[in-house]
C-alpha cells in the first residue's frame, strides 16, 4: 500500500523539527555570515572591510591572520554590532513591499596574546579568537532552511555562530605569515518511531549528534620597507602587500527517519532522509595593497569569491532541490568585490576612518521556482572613529574605543516569483542596511 501523504509529510516534520529544536529556537539564517555581510569589527564594518586585511585587531583571525602580529601586546576586545534591514520586494502577496525588516544583533568577544613566552627561543607566536553570538548571544546556532512562495533573499538573516580561531608568527623582516580555523556545525539526527495512519507517532526514538567543522583560512603580510630596506630610508618605505585565502565552509544538518506504520508498512519501515546547509561561505582569494603615511593610511583590496560551487551544493540539499527536479537547476556566478578605505589621525587621541565597496551579486538566476531567493547588486559605504584614552588609573596600556556605521543600498533587480502551484509573479527586490558596531579594546 502507498503510505499516507499526510502521514509522510509529517514525518518529515517530525524530523526535521527534532533536530531544529536541538539547536535553536525560533531562528532565521541566511548565506552570509557576520565576517563578509557587515564587518565583524567596528574598524571592519567602518572602511567596508577595505582595510581589514591590515588591522591588527583580534578579527584579523578571519581576514589575515598573519596581521595578528603588527601589535606585538595583548589584545582583550568586546562589543556589540546592530543591523537594521529593510529588504524590499513589490509582491502584493507579502505585505506591500517590505519581505524582511528584523534586525541581526551580535555580542563580540576576542583576544590575542604571545604565546613566545612558554619556549625557550622567545620566538613571538601569536594566538587570537573572534566570536560572534546572534541575538546579543541568546541564539548561537541559528539555522533554518526553507522554501518560499513570497521570496527569501539569499544573504541576510539572524547569523549562526561566528567562530574564529588562529595564530601568526613573523618570518624574516617583514613577512608575516598566519592560519586560522572557521569553526561551523554538522548536525546528524536518527529518527525511529511507530505511526497510525493518522499520523500519530508512539515509541520514538531520536539520537542527535551534532560535530564542529574546522575550515581553514590562511594569510601572509609583507611591508616592503623592512623587507628590502631594513636598515635605511628608501621608497618603499609605507608600503604593505597582504594576501589570504578562505576554503568555502557551511553548517549542515542530516535527517534520517525509519517510520513503522502500524497494519501498513511493516519492519523495517519506510525510510525518510532530510539534508540541508546553511551559512554557506564560498572558497575566497583576497589581495590587498596599503599605503601608510605620518598620521594616515589609505589602502584597498579585491576579493574572489566562488559562489559557483553553491549550485553543486544545493544537488545534495533535499529541501533546495526541489528547484532542480521541478525546473531549471538554480546557478551562481563567481565574483570580483573591490574595496577602498582610508584613515586619518585627528590628533593624538582621535581617528577617523571611512570605507567604500561594490558587491556585485553572485545569483545568476532570476527565476528560481519554489526557493525563490533574491539577492542584488550592493553600494557599501562607511565611516568610523577611534578614541584612545592614556591616563587609565587602573590599567598599564591605553583603552580604546570603536565606533562604526555602515549603509548598504541593495540594487534594484527583476525576479519571477514560482509559487507551489506553478502561478508566477514579476518582482523588483531591493533594500537598504544600516549597521551600528561599537567595541572597547584593552591591551595587556
Known amino acids: 500500500m502507498v503510505p499516507s501523504p499526510r502521514f509522510s509529510v509529517r514525518a518529515v516534520s517530525l524530523a526535521v523539527a527534532a533536530v531544529s529544536a ?209 636598515e635605511s630610508d628608501c621608497f618603499l618605505d609605507g608600503w604593505e602587500a597582504a594576501f589570504a585565502y578562505r576554503t568555502k565552509s557551511s553548517a549542515s544538518t542530516t535527517v534520517d527517519s525509519n517510520i513503522i506504520v502500524t497494519q501498513t508498512i511493516p519492519d523495517p519501515g519506510l525510510s525518510l532522509a532530510v539534508s540541508t546547509i546553511d551559512s554557506f561561505q564560498p572558497e575566497t582569494y583576497v589581495a590587498g595593497m596599503q599605503y601608510a603615511g605620518d598620521g594616515w593610511r589609505v589602502g584597498g583590496s579585491v576579493e574572489q569569491q566562488n559562489w559557483s560551487e553553491l549550485g553543486d551544493a544545493f544537488d545534495s540539499d533535499t529541501i533546495r532541490m526541489q528547484n532542480g527536479v521541478n525546473g531549471p537547476k538554480i546557478e551562481f556566478d563567481d565574483i570580483l568585490i573591490p574595496r577602498i578605505g582610508a584613515e586619518y589621525q585627528l590628533s593624538e587621541h582621535f581617528a577617523l576612518r571611512g570605507g567604500v565597496a561594490y558587491e556585485e551579486s553572485p545569483l545568476k538566476t532570476t527565476r528560481n521556482p519554489d526557493l525563490n531567493y533574491l539577492d542584488t547588486d550592493k553600494i557599501v559605504v562607511g565611516l568610523g572613529v577611534s578614541a584612545t584614552y592614556d591616563r587609565t588609573r587602573l590599567l598599564a596600556y591605553p583603552v580604546r574605543l570603536d565606533l562604526g556605521y555602515q549603509y548598504q543600498q541593495l540594487q534594484e533587480r527583476d525576479f519571477t516569483l514560482v509559487d507551489y502551484d506553478g502561478n508566477e509573479t514579476d518582482v523588483t527586490a531591493d533594500g537598504d542596511v544600516h549597521v551600528i558596531s561599537g567595541s572597547i579594546t584593552l591591551k595587556f
Not at 555581510?37 to 581589514?52: K, N
Not at 595578528?68 to 506591500?96: C, F, V, W, Y
Not at 613566552?117 to 594566538?127: D, M, Q, V, W
Not at 580555523?181 to 548536525?187: E, G, K, N, S
Request: overall charge negative.
Open 22 to 230: 536541538s539547536l535553536t529556537m525560533n531562528a532565521s539564517a541566511s548565506m552570509g555570515n557576520l565576517g563578509t555581510t557587515y564587518g565583524v569589527m567596528p574598524i571592519d564594518v567602518a572602511t567596508a572591510q577595505s582595510l581589514s586585511m591590515f588591522n591588527d585587531q583580534v578579527s584579523a583571525t578571519y581576514y589575515n591572520p598573519a596581521s595578528l602580529t603588527k601589535d606585538t601586546r595583548g589584545e582583550l576586545t568586546t562589543g556589540i554590532l546592530h543591523a537594521e534591514q529593510e529588504l524590499r520586494s513589490a509582491n502584493p502577496n507579502a505585505n506591500g513591499d517590505v519581505l524582511a525588516n528584523s534586525p541581526s544583533q551580535h555580542v563580540l568577544i576576542g583576544m590575542k596574546t604571545n604565546l613566545g613566552s612558554l619556549t625557550r627561543f622567545k620566538h613571538p607566536i601569536y594566538l587570537g579568537f573572534i566570536a560572534g553570538v546572534e541575538k546579543y548571544g541568546k541564539e548561537m546556532l541559528a539555522f533554518n532552511s526553507q522554501t518560499s512562495e513570497n521570496g527569501q533573499f539569499l544573504q541576510y538573516g539572524k547569523e549562526p555562530l561566528f567562530l574564529n580561531v588562529g595564530g601568526a608568527t613573523p618570518l624574516w623582516r617583514g613577512i608575516s605569515a598566519g592560519l586560522s580555523v572557521r569553526v561551523t556545525l554538522d548536525a546528524t539526527a536518527q529518527l525511529d518511531a511507530v505511526s497510525t495512519l493518522g499520523g500519530e507517532t508512539s515509541r520514538e526514538r531520536l539520537a542527535v549528534n551534532a560535530e564542529p567543522a574546522m575550515k581553514t583560512i590562511l594569510g601572509t603580510t609583507v611591508d616592503f620597507g623592512s623587507t628590502f630596506c631594513p
